[in-house]
Nanobody, 119 residues
Framework: QVQLVESGGGLVQAGGSLRLTCAAS????????MGWYRQTPGKQRELVAV???????NYVDSVKGRFTLSRDNAKNWVYLQMNSLKPEDTAVYYC?????????????WGQGTLVTVSS
């Protein structure tokens, strides 16, 4: 069994910074893609940033230059450093990973962490 545990969300003023952490644990053979999505009420969940071994890191246009995604392969952790936060970044942020287990690849989601940016 594998799971993702997120931390680091909270309340911050516009212009401030937060760092989200996602820790993968369990019977993990390897992780292909790992990244962050976000969702606000009434809207679809959107990809924020993702990192893969083959293609590197990709970001949604709205966070380019402000957010940085990094990965610790030894720990199976991924970090999202969010700078210059804006009220429109307010959302529940979810970590997602494509994890290879003994039974094959599984898409695993974290429980979500709330980020609130006040104006």
């Amino acid at each position: 069994q594998v799971q993702l545990v997120e931390s680091g969300g909270g309340l911050v003023q516009a212009g401030g910074s937060l760092r989200l952490t996602c820790a993968a644990s369990g019977s993990i053979h390897s992780i292909n893609r790992m990244g962050w999505y976000r969702q606000t009420p009434g809207k679809q969940r959107e990809l924020v940033a993702v990192i893969t071994s083959a293609t590197g890191t990709n970001y949604v246009d709205s966070v380019k230059g402000r957010f940085t995604l990094s990965r610790d392969n030894a720990k199976n952790w991924v970090y999202l450093q969010m700078n210059s936060l804006k009220p429109e970044d307010t959302a529940v942020y979810y970590c997602k990973a494509d994890i290879l287990t003994a039974l094959g690849y599984r898409d695993v989601w974290g429980q979500g962490t709330l980020v609130t940016v006040s104006s």
